[in-house]
């Protein structure tokens, strides 16, 4: 069979040019030269020449090969120590490189051992970092830090100077902090310190407030409490009204130190008591009245603007603290006031007391009419004193005649010899129609003159008007009736003993006494005149000196009790004659 051969069969048949120069006898070129694209380029560079370019290709090969290498001759010889050079980096990099290639792996293997000493010392300088970091962020806040620190001490040193504004500032800006940072222990501790003080300057301002201090210091203490927004208005004033009472009443306690030195000496120290009390008033009377008008310029005239008139709870407040003070005042006076029992001094207390209540009168606090019947009682207290002090001196002299000491022979004594003036023993006075006339209707304080012959009478009498006199100056009008029961009480007491005396004669049959017949009729005569003198003209006098001379009245009637012993005297007046 026959097999037909195509032209592309033909074509594939015949090898290519670089084939035949690879296979050709004369090669000495590798064969991977024939590989390489710029041969193939070349060999296809050549098949593309003409002829005539073809054959002069080797010449022309020759020529560039030529100048090639005197070229590279040339450049060989101008430049081998760059080539040099060249070589002996290119040689010592490649050294370099090998060591460096050995270095990274020392490296490499190092690696895993010194991330793990990283870690581990990351984990063991973690507190260490947080601490420096801490101190880092100190240092870098340490003005401000300074600032919050030095609060308290700053708050101690304004409150210390009383610089009380700059206190709250600053107590304003730590309760600000404490806002801002609520979690901050530092910021709370700080605040906690600014606390204290604040209390230390509240009890200050309050502890001001019981001191010695006047308007304007006492106003500035109340601002300051008001901006510290502890107590409400009610109860600053409360806290007013205490501490000002706590300073007026050791005021009071230092006068009242004044009485502790007059107890024991009651009867005799009357003006100590009277200026004691003039003591006490002064210095009640100007601390209640500041009292009262700091309060009112304090507190009454700052009433809120919804109204033109203060709050009533805060006018109740001053009313219950005048009223307590005005009451402790009322009572002191009159348990001290009885000692002084003395009309002159009770004018002048009084006189001092009505300027006070008419003092507090401009701020609704007229206290007059209670001072009356303190003095009233006063004045009876004082003139019942005095009354029976007259007495007892009478009934004294008349005791003097029933003494029956035997030790002492010469104490007991006539009536001659006591009860009537030496000078006119001879002829005994009686009092007569003109002279009791004159007691009737003569001045009221001129004591008539037969009363000089009995001189136990006209010191009696004397005492009595001791006593009225001194009423004159100060004699309450409402006392009257109970002044003239007491005056007739005292007479009627002292002429009981006159009667009793006149009855019993005690100095009869006494064997220390040798008594005559003419003695005995001279006693009797002694005891008829002074008898008659108290009854006809001492009783009408005095009362009529305490009626008309003090009140200007009308001698009234004389009471049960004393027309009682007159009568009895009317009825032994004459059996006292005969015997």
Not at 82 to 91: E, I, K, Q, R, V
Not at 104 to 129: G, M, N, V
Not at 412 to 417: E, G, I, N, V
Request: net charge negative; charged share 20%; proline share 6%.
């Amino acid at each position: 069979m026959t097999t037909t051969l195509t032209p592309q069969d033909t074509i594939a048949d015949i090898p290519t040019l670089p084939e035949l120069l690879e296979s050709s006898p004369s090669n000495d070129l590798p064969s991977s030269v024939y590989s390489k694209p710029e041969f193939a380029t070349y060999l296809n560079h050549l098949t593309d020449l003409p002829l005539a370019s073809l054959e002069s290709e080797p010449t022309t090969l020759s020529s560039s090969a030529a100048q090639l290498t005197n070229a590279l001759t040339t450049l060989c010889h101008t430049s081998y120590p760059t080539f040099l050079s060249l070589h002996t980096t290119t040689s010592t990099l490649s050294s370099s490189l090998s060591s460096l290639s050995s270095s990274l792996d020392s490296l490499l293997s190092a690696l895993p051992a010194l991330e793990a000493s990283a870690r581990t010392f990351a984990q063991e300088t973690r507190e260490i970092q947080k601490e420096r970091r801490k101190a880092s962020l100190v240092l870098e806040q340490h003005d401000k830090l300074y600032d919050v620190l030095s609060l308290p001490m700053l708050l101690d040193s304004c409150v210390r100077n009383h610089s009380y504004n700059e206190a709250l500032l600053l107590a304003n800006h730590a309760s600000t902090l404490s806002q801002r940072f609520p979690s901050n222990p530092l910021i709370q501790s700080v605040k906690s310190e600014c606390d204290s003080r604040v209390q230390a300057m509240l009890g200050q301002l309050l502890s001001m407030l019981s001191e010695q201090a006047k308007l304007p210091a006492l106003f500035r203490a109340v601002n300051f409490l008001r901006k510290m927004e502890v107590l409400d208005e009610q109860e600053l004033a409360l806290a007013f009204l205490t501490g000002r009472g706590t300073y007026l009443e050791g005021a009071l306690k230092a006068v009242d130190i004044e009485k502790k030195g007059l107890e024991g000496n009651k009867e005799k120290d009357k003006e100590s008591y009277a200026r004691f009390l003039k003591r006490y008033v002064d210095v009640w009377r100007e601390g209640v009245y500041d009292v009262i008008t700091q309060y009112t310029t304090i507190f009454l005239e700052r009433a809120p603007s919804t109204s033109d008139s203060p709050p009533a709870h805060l006018l109740i407040l001053l009313r219950m603290f005048t009223t307590h003070h005005l009451q402790a005042f009322l009572t002191l006076l009159r348990e001290t006031i009885l000692l002084v029992a003395d009309p002159s001094l009770l004018t002048s207390l009084l006189t001092q007391l009505t300027y006070c209540a008419n003092s507090f009168a401009r701020v609704g606090m007229d206290f007059k009419p209670l001072l009356t019947p303190i003095f009233v009682d006063a004045v009876s207290k004082g003139l019942t004193e005095d009354l029976e002090d007259a007495v007892d001196g009478w009934c004294g002299r008349l005791a003097e005649l029933s003494v029956k000491d035997k030790t002492r022979p010469s104490s007991l004594k006539r009536p001659s010899q006591t009860l009537v003036a030496p000078s006119v023993l001879a002829s005994i006075p009686r009092p007569t129609s003109a002279q009791l006339e004159a007691v009737a209707s003569g001045p009221p304080n001129v004591p008539p003159q037969i009363l000089v012959s009995y001189p136990p009478l006209a010191i009696y009498t004397n005492a009595i008007l001791s006593a009225l006199n001194g009423l004159r100056m100060l004699a309450p009008a409402k006392l009257y009736p109970d002044l003239m029961e007491l005056m007739d009480k005292s007479l009627a007491k002292g002429a009981a003993a006159i009667l009793k005396c006149a009855k019993e004669k005690p100095w009869l049959g006494d064997s220390r006494l040798s008594t005559t017949e003419e003695d005995g009729n001279k006693d009797i005569e002694v005891l008829e005149g002074i008898t008659s003198a108290y009854f006809k003209v001492h009783i009408p006098f005095v009362r009529r000196a305490l009626s008309e001379g003090v009140y200007s009245r009308q001698t009234e009637r004389p009471s049960e009790e004393l027309e009682t012993v007159v009568r009895e005297w009317e009825a032994s007046y004459p059996s006292l004659k005969q015997t």
